[in-house]
């Protein structure tokens, strides 16, 4: 191997730090090189190996750049290449050259049919959870979707896709779930989920919350309502499996459980994981915003359960007490988190909470102006549930003026519409 090669590869070496790479730098500047194709290879080795530890090394910077911007560079890259370069610039998702590269090769795959091809299935699933890092670029979707396509289309493939494979791909559906290749794709795998034992049981916790998730996304499909079920019951029956969760993990879990709260095996795994959620401190502690809210909505699904309010009792106090996590949650949650606690009124330590949303509400107009009508309704509706309650009735009426106002401006718009147009 030649010098220029072997400085290469110390790229994937924790010492490696902005060292000069002449022969890289060379080729990757000048397309004609003889040497292009050969240490374009010995470069991408390399590249594969990066850690996102360590940041990107000067010279990866310089191939990140160019795959931005050369089109060529980008169309010259194999199978492998594509899924490989995808994978390590996920590890850097939030660094914009890497997102700019990330959406070139997404564009690649959108409008290459022949490489999507011949991608195998252990390719559609590291691009498919590369692609999920920046789910809300219309190139990502289109290449995800594409991708989605193929899982739908082809048995053979899904067959082929593992336990590794499996719930990346589940959980990168997932965040494209209203596009209807991704659906058809969802109930591919989850029908794998149901028909193979093996598969279904070799799922560590993690796998069966990305899983779980994605699945929850199309509980009106029964292939998905079985599939659920069946991860459901692991979670009701492995002790180990429920150790594995994380904070996260739980909430979603709960999340895609509450969509189908009327079966058994759903509910019994809830309420282990309501268990969890009340044993473990540290754990409560590590919920956001966010995750909070969905628990609390998904618990409020069986708030007739001991177990179930204890939990939400717990969640309750987080967010009376924790300004972060009331002052963050979105105009969805809070109307969210009001409805569940309106079926708690029983429990003493839900009134703080009701009152310290009631007291953001008061004070947070971006907050109501972001609540939509249906919101603003489910809001005053459940904030009534806690009868004579100053600082409630006074959110309440502030709601009921904020429809009243909205109503009024739509009518006014409404009768003076025609006067316009007879002007």
Known sequence: MNDGAQTLLQMSSPEYRNAPTGIARESLTHRGSGVFRRDLEVFLTAFTRLSAENGLPHDAQ??????????TLCDALKRQQVTDCLNVLAKYDKDEACRNAALALAARLANDEQLVESLDAQHIGICLTALSKWDREPLCRAAGIRLANRIASDPVLTDELNSEVIPGCLNALGRWHEESECAKAGMQLARRLVADQNLLYGLNGHAVAHCLSALGKWSHAPICSDAGRRLSSRIATDDMLVKQLNGVRVAN?????????????????????????????????????????????????????????????????????????????????VANCLEALSKLTGESACRPAVIRISQRILTDKALCDSLDDQQVIKCSTALSAWGSQHVCDRARASLDQLLQDRRSVLGHVNVKTPVSLTA
Request: aromatic residues 4%; hydrophobic residues 45%.
């Open 62 to 71: 310089v191939f990140v750049k160019e795959l931005a911007l050369d089109k």
């Open 253 to 333: 879990c709960l999340g895609a459980l509450g969509q189908w709260s009327a079966d058994e095996s759903c509910r019994a795994a809830a309420l282990r994981l309501a268990k969890r959620i009340s044993d473990d401190g540290p754990l409560r502690h590590h919920l956001n915003g966010r995750h909070v809210a969905v628990c609390l909505d998904a618990l409020a699904n069986w708030h007739t359960n001991e177990m179930c309010r204890k939990a939400a009792a717990h969640l309750a106090r987080r967010l009376a007490s924790d300004s972060s996590i009331c002052d963050r949650l979105t105009a969805k949650h």
